[in-house]
């Protein structure tokens, strides 16, 4: 089992900046391939991005990208997300999951994910 907790999240201006982390706990966490995805009400959830069980390797949905980083602390068994230039659209909740490493990469599907954290709620104003 893998635990899974976000955090960072909350209320922003239109070009504002929050950084997200995602703290793990439970079995090895350097052996997992981690992503974010969010859900905004009355849409799926969709992948935003991941990152290797290294860090070596990242993956963005073509709507964040360059705007949106994604990096990991295996030392501290913690993944995060620099969201910069945010725009109303980017509101939803957030969430981290983790995919066994030995899986294809990158893995932009939900499905892949065993584990998956509670939510953290981020709102972007106009």
């Known amino acids: 089992q893998v635990q899974l907790v976000e955090s960072g999240g909350g209320l922003v201006q239109a070009g504002g900046s929050l950084r997200l982390s995602c703290a793990a706990s439970?079995?090895?966490?350097?052996?997992?391939?981690i992503g974010w995805f969010r859900q905004a009400p009355g849409k799926e959830r969709e992948f935003v991005a991941a990152?290797?069980?290294?860090?070596?390797?990242?993956d963005y949905a073509d709507s964040v990208k360059g705007r949106f980083t994604i990096s990991r602390d295996n030392a501290e068994n913690a993944v995060y997300l620099q969201m910069n230039s945010l725009k109303p659209e980017d509101t939803a909740v957030y969430y981290c999951a983790a995919v066994p490493s030995f899986r294809a990469w990158p893995s932009r599907s939900k499905n892949e994910y065993d584990y998956w954290g509670q939510g953290t709620q981020v709102t972007v104003s106009s």
């Open positions: 439970g079995r090895t966490f350097s052996n997992y391939a």
């Open positions: 990152i290797t069980w290294g860090g070596g390797g990242t």
